[in-house]
């Protein structure tokens, strides 16, 4: 069965002392281990962890330089867009197994489309939210100073186009970080009931796929104005999407 803990990691945002991780890759999952030993043995802080790791097998890419201090604050750059004079630009948010989903919906979105796409690997929504909300009270405390910005804002203010998260959860838990996004946001979540099937099909059922990730893109593009709408229309053909089905979550 699977899905059928879509909720679990909105739920454990609600207990104060959890810290909650979604990693993708064997070097997140050692840096966030790495850094709760540290925690919870060595300062002895009043945490527990809840980290969700999956059972499917796929290559392990070394940690980018750099990296450690994004993992553990809950987002970094995983990929930067090499495309020259693209015809629109926009970036990607992925988590856990889905992350792998986002990096190829990038290359569709640069190879087919012409779209610049960085992707961000966003190993807890949970601590970003809790980052945002420190940040936001502390700025409102000191009003004579200027503002501090979010891990999240330091991150996407001085990128360009519409922000696309994709997760294996509802879409609830990237929806907590919304107020700290700095420009138009879409979400793309497994909201609805726990079912068994394969991977690939329930990555399409739940539209996180790679497909879905890329015509929720163009069609942030096409809203803003940088596209023309006839290219979602165009990408949901090419792709063989189904939009006369029933909604996930109703089903």
């Not at 064997?26 to 919870?40: A, F, K």
């Amino acid at each position: 069965l699977q899905h059928e803990d879509g909720s679990s990691h909105l739920l454990f945002s609600t207990v104060p002392n959890c810290v909650a991780y979604d990693p993708a890759y064997g070097y997140e999952l050692v840096t966030i281990i790495q850094d709760g030993m540290r925690r919870m043995l060595d300062v002895q802080e009043d945490i527990f962890y809840y980290v969700t790791v999956m059972n499917e097998n796929y290559a392990q890419p070394a940690m980018p330089e750099g990296a450690e201090e994004g993992i553990i604050k809950g987002m970094y750059r995983i990929r930067r867009s090499a495309t020259k004079k693209p015809a629109a630009i926009a970036q990607l948010l992925g988590s856990g197994a889905i992350l792998r989903e986002v990096l190829a919906a990038a290359e569709l979105l640069e190879n087919d489309w012409q779209v610049a796409a960085d992707v961000w690997s966003v190993t807890s929504f949970t601590e970003l939210r809790r980052d945002g909300m420190t940040v936001e009270r502390d700025n409102r405390f000191n009003p004579e100073r200027d503002p501090e910005p979010s891990w999240i804002e330091r991150c996407l203010t001085d990128t360009s186009g519409p922000i696309v998260a994709s997760t294996d959860y509802m879409r609830s838990v990237a929806d907590m970080i919304r107020t700290w996004v700095p420009r138009s946001y879409v979400t793309l979540g497994t909201d609805g009931y726990g079912r068994s099937d394969t991977r690939a099909a329930l990555r399409d059922f739940f539209e996180v796929d790679r497909h879905h990730v890329v015509v929720a893109t163009l069609k942030a593009l096409a809203d803003e104005g940088d596209i023309e709408r006839k290219k979602v229309s165009e990408a949901i053909r090419k792709y063989g999407i189904q939009t006369d089905r029933p909604n996930p979550w109703d089903v």
